[in-house]
């Protein structure tokens, strides 16, 4: 089992409101990410840490920010979600050093 | 910029057949290269993983194929079963630049009966 765990599963707003998607892990990996993903697509990195109080944006601008006060803990937010923000959202977190990636059940966000 | 290309983009193999999704990369640097395979509704999960100084690598029916001056690299998979049937991707990653993977843009295998 993953101990790696994303809430809620699934979430429908409407346009304009604030959410933040939560992820937490228990692994004590220093590295996490997260990545947006139409279902069965590619997958687009939005944001990663390598650690407590560091943050950096990926490829994808989002309008989503993201923080990491505790090791295991690495919530996203998004400020205004619009309909575009559609999607499914994967958080991850590594050991890195080829360790591979240890990815959560993803929460599925519909904008309405 | 895609750093990974990966082909094709669906696959029907019949059970028992060998299902072959081949990937492609440019920086040399990259030091480590996953499969991760994913079912609707889940997160990809690490499936099987080469670095570069092995040209392959096989765990049961799942075999890595690794060309490093072609700078290719194939998933294998033996004997495929209906239970295969998921979307795969390729990803590669250099451990010294302290970025993320960079994923392939997916496979995605039906295996039929």
């Known amino acids: 089992e993953a101990d790696i765990y994303q809430t809620p599963r699934y979430l429908v707003i409407g346009t304009g409101k604030k959410i933040t998607l939560e992820c937490s892990q228990t692994?004590?990996?220093?590295?996490m990410y997260w990545y947006q993903q139409d279902p069965g697509m590619e997958l687009h990195l939005i944001h990663y840490?390598?650690?407590?109080?560091?943050?950096e944006k990926g490829d994808l601008s989002s309008e989503s920010t993201v923080s990491r006060i505790r090791t295991e803990h690495f919530p996203l937010t998004l400020e205004s979600a619009r309909p575009s923000h559609t999607s499914q959202y994967l958080c991850?977190?590594?050991?890195?050093?080829?360790?591979?990636?240890?990815f959560g059940s993803g929460t599925r966000l519909t904008v309405v | 910029q895609q750093q990974v290309k990966q082909s094709p983009q669906s696959l029907i193999v019949q059970k028992g057949g060998i299902s072959i999704i081949n990937c492609a990369y440019e920086n040399t640097a990259f030091d480590y290269f996953p499969w991760y395979q994913q079912f609707p509704g889940k997160g990809p999960a690490l499936l099987i993983a080469?670095?570069?100084?092995?040209s392959e690598k096989k765990e049961g029916r799942f075999t890595i194929s690794f060309n490093k001056s072609a700078k290719q690299f194939s998933l294998h998979i033996m004997d495929s079963q209906p239970g295969d049937s998921a979307t795969y991707f390729c990803a590669a990653e250099n451990s010294n630049s302290g970025y993320a993977l960079n994923f392939g843009k997916g496979t995605s295998l039906l295996v039929t009966p």
């Open positions: 840490s390598y650690g407590v109080n560091s943050t």
């Open positions: 080469i670095r570069p100084d092995v």
């Open positions: 692994m004590g990996h220093d590295k």
């Open positions: 991850a977190s590594t050991l890195g050093g080829n360790y591979g990636y240890t």
